[in-house]
């Protein structure tokens, strides 16, 4: 028998926000992949790829990985087929929403549900169907604050300035390190490319952050920040802006409301008057602002570090108030709004009359929901607290929260107090062990991708397809195929009807008279869309239907998924353009600089000044062959040194009687940890880092390389409930006051 000639397949790998294209070498005859390495011709990431792309090939060969569907049995689990799992979760949810009402049932979303297209299009269906309001994910321990200040100054939650690095001439960055992510909220290939060139057209990089991480390192001013004081610091920037007569609107005057309030509540905050509170010298901030609003071009970006702390929201807000007051906002080297090949052609923003805020609350705090979501720091409380509206159900999809979220000790014993429990994973990991029934999906490069959400937040216009690679394992189903299945089943019908209402409720918004696709009809449209099933079906219309696309026309003029499938290494739509226009979506059709929401929290931070530090704070860090707490079970990432160590700086070593190598107990108002130490200068006095995601190993885990090479201690057993960023809800994990000793010291 002949051997098989490998074959190329051009995709991109989505283990993280950056999307860098591969190309994969496959047998197809053996279903195995041979080979992958950046694709040199990829329209975004021009053959950069850092070492998480040999992940794709690993989570599809993984022998832990479930390949069918699992329940329960005592404490052991048993393979069932498909009919069998659908039936049971869609009868014990549904007894339970019929018993106890919708609200009974919790859901859970982890982040790698935003790195698949179908995910991203399927998921809403399925928490419609369920009908509860008490949905959670992982958005409260990330970038909630974000969305909150998107939402305040223009009107969308999904409204996010990027920086233009590949034309800046100043990058300011707090609370980043994008040579570890490559970008976060801000989709950028090949980061020390950028910034190397950056340099070499004579910007400059200014990095504050309390670690010198890798990007402090290759920076041009490293400004070591006392964790959580980041909107003293905008805000002694904005007092600098304003004092100094450097404050420019550029061409944005006429469409920025809320100046002179933010003048006024400037006022107070110094850079002097902050300085000792925010650990960075005056004259270091007042020389910062000038540079910024002196340079041709500037972007302020902040991003995990500006989110993940008490002052998140105002932290954000303040990021894009530095961009708007020096003309940097929609501008090219500024911070811009990206254009997405999927987006509506003809995009008319709409004000809501309202902010998605406080419509309903939390059981047990009353904390307030945002944007249609609870904060996750309130999740273990609502199962665990007796009484009625107890959560009595939980299903979560792509997401570990036993990991991810604060307290972590209290969330592994709640979930062990459910009626029900369902996940859809393809792992038996640290949350998914308390399951009645896992829903195993496919692994990547098993399953057809468009960067449906990661395309707002690129650096550069373009699109990409990303065809399948290898063939699922025998009976393994796409994400698209159970949400869709478990949607439709719970309204009494089944997948294909569920499909069904979304592709009807597409078609009428876009195909027809006075539509956007005005030369067909929904019949002609429909006929059209045929050649594909599930989500490339929604792909194709929306694409048809956007900005680029070619609206159902014969002249072959225009995007469509055959034609990108076409552009094997994806289409360059070109850089960003000014579009402010097309994205304000306020009641007043103007950036709102000083929403009363932002301004009522401000007196909160007022009294931020006068709080003495706590002797000892911890933040975490990210490293570059890993993303939380996804690609610990693969071996190629897991191996080398121990990378969840606790980062000490000499003099607080020296406080604390640690030494370099050994092992620490860290603690927390919660909880507490060992972990090993390594004594760094890197670290400010008085901050200790310690990485997240990690804390695997534990009774009825199937994540063997993991337990053995990288176990770590999970941070989030250090993390505080009850510490919250009061306006967003998003968690507070960095700036924790803690304890560090030696082992048995």
Known sequence: MAASTPEIVHRSCNLCEAHCGVSVTVDRAANRVLDIRGDEHDALSRGYVCPKAVGLRTLSEDPDRLRAPVRRVGDRFEEIGWDEAFDLVVGRLGAIRDEHGANAIATYLGNPNAHDYASTLAIGPLLRSIGTKWRFSATSVDQLPKHVSACLMFGSMTAFPIPDVDRTDHLLVLGANPLASNGSLMTAPDMRGRLRRLRERGGRLVVVDPRRSETARIADRHLAIRPGSDALFLFAMVHVLFEEGLVDLGNLTGDVIGVDEVRDLAREFSPEAVAAAVGVDAQAIREETRAFAAAPSAACYGRIGTCTQEFGALASWLVDVVNTLTGNLDRPGGVMFPFTAHEPAIHAPRSLGYVPHARWRSRVRGLPEFGGELPVSTLAEEIDTPGEGRVRALLTVAGNPVLSTPHAERLDRALGELDFMVSIDLYLNETTRHADVILPTSAPLERTNYDMVFHQHSVRNHAKWSPVVLTPPPGVKNLWEITMELAGRLQGADGAAAEEVMLSALLRSTVGPGKVCDTVDEAQAREKLAKWQGPERVLDLLLRAGRHGDRFRDDGQGLSLQALIEAEHGIDLGPMEP??????????????????????????????????????????????????????????????????????????????????????????????????????????PGVVSLPHGFGHGGPGVRLRVAAEKQPGPNSNVLTDPLALDELSGNAVLNGIPVEVAPVGG
Do not use: I, Y
Request: aromatic residues 2%; positive net charge; glycine residues 6%.
């Open 579 to 684: 579009r402010l226009d097309s994205k304000l979506a306020t009641s007043s059709g103007k950036v709102e600089l000083a929403h009363e929401m932002l301004l009522g929290d401000v007196p909160r931070l007022r009294r931020f000044l006068d709080r003495p530090a706590p002797p000892l704070v911890l933040v975490g860090r990210r490293h570059v062959r890993s993303n939380n707490s996804w690609m610990h079970n693969v071996p190629a990432l897991a191996k080398g040194p121990d990378r969840c160590t606790l980062l000490v700086h000499p003099d607080d070593a020296r406080t604390h009687g640690v030494q370099d190598g050994a092992r620490a107990v860290v603690r927390s108002r919660v909880g507490e940890v060992e972990v090993p130490v390594v004594v760094s200068d890197e670290m400010r």
